[in-house]
């Protein structure tokens, strides 16, 4: 199993980044997946979930609900974070996660984004 997030880096304040998390060696479609992220010094956050087939996703944390959208393409075996109006609160580490006990416990290496002006 592996995960392997892409897409992070260095944007302004109101900047836009789409991440990406290509997993293998599972059967992706079948597996609901996660988004996370983690500051320094802080818990990781679970972000928000998409199902299966894409057609049902949440997010969880207030601050990013009218901001960021979840998506996936089974085809590519990818799940999308796209993140607008980024702020300085966003800067991060972020990583997706399979919704699936015995998976949960893979991870990729994240990738970084920082939000600074």
């Known amino acids: 199993v592996h995960l392997v997030e892409s897409g992070g880096g260095l944007v302004q304040p109101g900047g836009s980044l789409r991440l990406a998390c290509v997993g293998s060696g599972f059967s992706f479609d079948s597996y609901g997946m996660f988004w996370y992220r983690q500051s320094p010094g802080k818990k990781r956050e679970e972000l928000g979930w998409?199902?299966?087939?894409?057609?049902?996703?949440?997010l969880y944390v207030d601050s990013v609900k009218d901001r960021f959208t979840i998506s996936r393409d089974n085809a590519k075996n990818t799940v999308f974070l796209q993140m607008n109006e980024l702020k300085p609160e966003d800067t991060a580490r972020y990583y997706c996660?399979?919704?699936?006990?015995?998976?949960?416990?893979?991870w990729g290496q994240g990738t970084q984004v920082t939000v600074s002006s």
């Open positions: 996660n399979i919704d699936s006990t015995p998976l949960r416990d893979y």
């Open positions: 998409i199902n299966p087939t894409g057609r049902a996703h949440t």
